[in-house]
């Protein structure tokens, strides 16, 4: 069960109208326009609550799309690439999100990097389908799955900040 702060920061994310993937040419681009309205929105509340923790861009026709996430863990922050692929089933299917630099450090996650979402975040997104866009599967795929995964991984010193990296290098 999600916790209230959650509930109220997704409410304020759109939902998206438009129900097409890329292979929809002539829908993609509205859909398409409306993820990019909800990531805009969706950021924009992350920063006025100071809560900034990822970029994202997309190729020009908005199929592929990479960027950064980072997690703050006592007062260092731990940054990772993200990538992932609009699948051609999309929105009926998530798009996986891969953190490759993460890759074989966790059960959590697949071959190339691609972080588990099917226990919590497959079944939501299935039942909000296509309402549900790129900024959901941010707020409530990604963000949780850095919030669990990422303390864990620094606990046992499969992640190490990368501060810490220079002075044991020295």
């Known amino acids: 069960m999600a916790d209230e ?6 409410s304020q994310i759109p939902l998206l109208k438009a129900h097409a993937g ?6 993609w ?22 809560n900034d923790w990822f970029r994202l861009e997309s190729n020009a026709d908005g199929t592929r799309w990479t960027g950064t996430c980072w997690f ?4 260092l922050r731990y940054e990772f690439r993200l990538e992932f692929d609009i699948p051609v ?15 074989g450090k966790t059960a959590k996650m697949y071959r190339g990097g691609k972080i588990c979402l099917t226990d919590h975040f497959a079944p939501l997104w299935a039942r909000n389908a296509p309402r549900f866009g790129l900024a959901h599967l941010m707020a409530l795929g990604l963000g949780p799955w850095l919030a669990v995964e990422i303390p864990d991984l620094i606990s046992k010193g499969l992640v190490v900040h990368k501060g810490q990296q220079r002075e044991a290098a020295e």
């Open 5 to 10: 702060a959650t509930r109220k920061a997704v």
């Open 22 to 27: 890329p292979r929809d040419r002539a829908l």
């Open 29 to 50: 681009p509205q859909r398409l326009k409306e993820e990019y309205q909800a990531l805009i929105r969706f950021v924009e509340q992350n920063k006025a609550a100071d």
């Open 72 to 75: 703050i863990h006592e007062l």
């Open 89 to 103: 089933t999309y929105p009926d299917t998530a798009p996986e999100v891969a953190v490759p630099e993460l890759d």
